[in-house]
């Protein structure tokens, strides 16, 4: 049992090697993005924005180092510390959708950078509580902001988004960010499925060598031994005429045996026919 839960979650592990693959230029990009911001704004971009990007790139950087050690020995636990990775960058993006302007910016679309191949990556079960953490997550953030928990924080005044130069800009570059990476992403499952399309074919053009390999071996073993049925039948004639020839001769033999049986019985019975002749005949003397 053991090793079938084990087998099942080593199915994962390229999944999640390939997003952690993509996960490292992406956040990346989003600290330089950050870094950049924080030059354009000054005091208006929280640092605290940037110090979660780099809080999001050190767990990364520690999930890489558990799959590099555990791939072979533990794969149940690289699955879990992912799923424990992915539910920070829920928690992570909710925090950053706040500073950045909560529901009056684009923010709110990060969650699909992390929903929307999520199945692909995890357990069903481990699936649908990240999809409901997000959810529950983007629900919070409308509630804080709805009812005024905290201080609303601005980046962008929300009476000016339309008009203001950078929040425009900003959010363009968001959304390209978004379709950049959602296109990367697809690309790399597209290149992921293709590789195993072609081991899958690579195996089925082997499997037909083999079948191909074995109808060849078993027409030879047919033909050898039709060859083999064959000699063994002329053998089996060859035997059956010399039986045959061997019977007559001891036919012939019997009939001689009997032919000299018959004259011995007759001279025998004629010898004794002479003895009581000439008996007889002392007798009357």
Not at 13 to 40: N, T
């Amino acid at each position: 049992m053991e090793g079938n839960k084990n087998n099942t979650m080593r199915d994962y592990l390229p999944r999640i090697k390939a997003d952690m693959d993509l996960k490292i230029p992406m956040v990346g990009s989003f600290l330089f993005l950050s870094f950049f911001m924080k030059f354009l704004f000054q005091e208006r971009f929280p640092t605290t924005i940037i110090f979660l990007v780099l809080f999001i790139i050190l767990y990364t950087f520690f999930i890489m180092l558990a799959f590099n050690k555990f791939e072979d020995e533990s794969p149940g636990l690289i699955v879990d510390l992912y799923f424990v990775g992915t539910c920070l960058d829920v928690l992570s993006l909710t925090i950053i959708i706040y500073f950045l302007g909560g529901l009056t910016w684009i923010g709110p679309f990060f969650y699909s950078l992390v929903i929307i191949n999520i199945f692909w990556f995890l357990p069903v079960d481990k699936a649908i509580f990240v999809v409901g953490l997000s959810f529950f997550s983007l629900v919070s953030l409308i509630w804080v902001e709805y009812f005024e928990v905290v201080s609303n924080f601005y980046i962008f005044s929300p009476e000016e988004n339309i008009q203001n130069f950078y929040y425009v800009f900003t959010t363009v570059l968001g959304a390209a960010t978004i379709i950049f990476f959602l296109s990367y992403a697809s690309n790399i499952y597209r290149h992921i499925l293709d590789d195993k399309i072609k081991n899958l074919k690579m195996a089925e053009r082997q499997l037909q060598e083999v079948k191909e390999g074995l109808s060849i071996e078993v027409q030879e073993r047919t033909e050898n031994l039709e060859k083999e049925k064959r000699r063994l039948e002329e053998e089996v004639g060859k035997e059956t005429k010399e039986l045959e020839k061997r019977k007559k001769i001891v036919q012939a033999r019997v009939e001689e045996l009997e032919k000299f049986h018959a004259i011995a019985i007759e001279r025998e019975l004629e010898m004794v026919r002479l003895k009581e002749k000439i008996s007889n005949f002392k007798n009357k003397k």
